[in-house]
């Protein structure tokens, strides 16, 4: 999980919690993140006036957004 994102690059490689997200995503979308969990760095969002998503790109080049707990860094 991470818990700050703001040392974090674009293009960086992250990891989506599959178990944080599976009762939110639609079922196509949580194929592919369990095929391959990592994904692309690509921007951040505003999400509510306390907390930032981090923008990401699937390796089906698809864009999506996750919220710090819900991805972790790949070391």
Same mark, same amino acid.
């Given at each position: &999980?991470?818990?700050?994102? %703001?040392? =974090?690059?674009?293009?960086? =490689? @992250?990891?989506?919690?599959?178990?944080?997200?599976?009762? %939110? @995503?639609?079922?196509?979308? @949580?194929?592919?993140?369990?095929?391959?969990?990592?994904?692309?760095?690509?921007?951040?969002? &505003?999400?509510?006036?306390?907390?930032?998503? @981090?923008?990401?790109?699937?390796?089906?080049?698809?864009?999506?957004?996750?919220?710090?707990?819900?991805?972790?860094?790949?070391?």
């Amino acid at each position: &999980m991470i818990k700050d994102s %703001r040392n =974090l690059q674009k293009g960086q =490689l @992250l990891r989506v919690e599959i178990n944080e997200v599976k009762d %939110r @995503l639609p079922l196509n979308i @949580l194929e592919i993140i369990k095929k391959d969990p990592e994904v692309e760095l690509v921007g951040y969002k &505003m999400v509510d006036g306390n907390q930032f998503g @981090l923008v990401v790109k699937l390796n089906n080049d698809e864009i999506n957004w996750f919220f710090e707990n819900e991805l972790s860094e790949i070391l």
